[in-house]
């Protein structure tokens, strides 16, 4: 059971919880038609309820609502509701930093300030289902403020979804897709062939810095050593390797196991092999 503190508009309401006395919002369509303040309610079916003393990286949800049109808190819900339907259980706590992002992607969009992302296309490929589903935000802003939002916006809006289904902030998803297009634009240099950004190796390619990444921050470590081999067998490819797990090490400020290396040197063979033949 909830008590009304301020009906922001006919779908949220700031409430106010009956049994910690904590305040929440509550977002569903029609909830804040005609509600009055100290009116006490009940959470309908499919009502997200959100603490306001949540913590994000940029404050509570509390101080996040100050100055926000709810109507990007609505929209936010509605990714996220669609995030819910393809991967199952999300992480709620992004609403408000998601929301907080369309804001300003509108307002770019407005003053027609659209940004150009130059790893679009990696976002794309390394979080396809994450972007496959923020791409519902263009009929929804298309419905509801007759906004066009084109494939960068979409892309940043896909990190935001899949910081809600896995422990990693957007942050750190922005420099796995750096990574891995820096690690793809090094082995292309080497080589001379342009990769294709579909194909399984490059696919492969990706998938292997995005979990390396996910062992540094939580301090796991690979059980077999594949260094000796691939420095001897494979030299140009491990030391590609080397660099970009340097590289890696400076941005996450922690340490990679030199294991990681030989592992990441495999992949970048693959990769090189797999295009060298097609050529």
Known sequence: ???????????TVIAIGMEDNQEY??????????????????????CTVYSLYEKTERGTGMELMKGMDPVFL???????????????KIDWSILFPMADHIAF?????????????????????????????????????????????????????????????????????MQIARTVRECIQLVE????????????????????VRYMVARVMKGEKLRLDMNDYMSVKFPEEFQMAATICSHL????????DTVEIGYLAMHIQRVSAE????I
Do not use: W
């Open 249 to 256: 090490e400076k941005y996450l400020k922690k340490p990679l």
């Open 25 to 46: 919002l509550l977002l569903g369509k029609g909830i804040g038609f005609g509600k009055k303040v100290s009116e006490r309610i009940e959470a309908p079916e499919g």
């Open 74 to 88: 609505e929209i936010a819900e509605q990714v996220l509701k669609e995030g819910e339907k393809v991967f199952g």
């Open 189 to 208: 240099k080497e080589t001379g062939v342009s990769i294709d950004v579909m194909s399984l190796s490059y696919n492969r390619l990706m998938n292997h």
């Open 1 to 11: 059971m909830f008590r009304v503190k301020k009906a922001l508009n006919h779908n």
């Open 105 to 173: 992607a509108v307002k770019r969009i407005q003053n027609q300030e659209q940004i150009s992302n130059p790893l679009t296309g990696d976002i794309q490929a390394l979080f396809h289902m994450e972007y496959k589903t923020a791409e519902c935000i263009r009929q929804i802003l298309r419905e509801q403020l007759k906004i066009e939002i084109d494939e960068h916006e979409i892309g940043y809006i896909a990190l935001h979804i899949h910081s809600a289904i896995e422990d990693e902030n957007v942050a750190v998803s």
């Open 275 to 278: 295009h060298m033949n097609e």
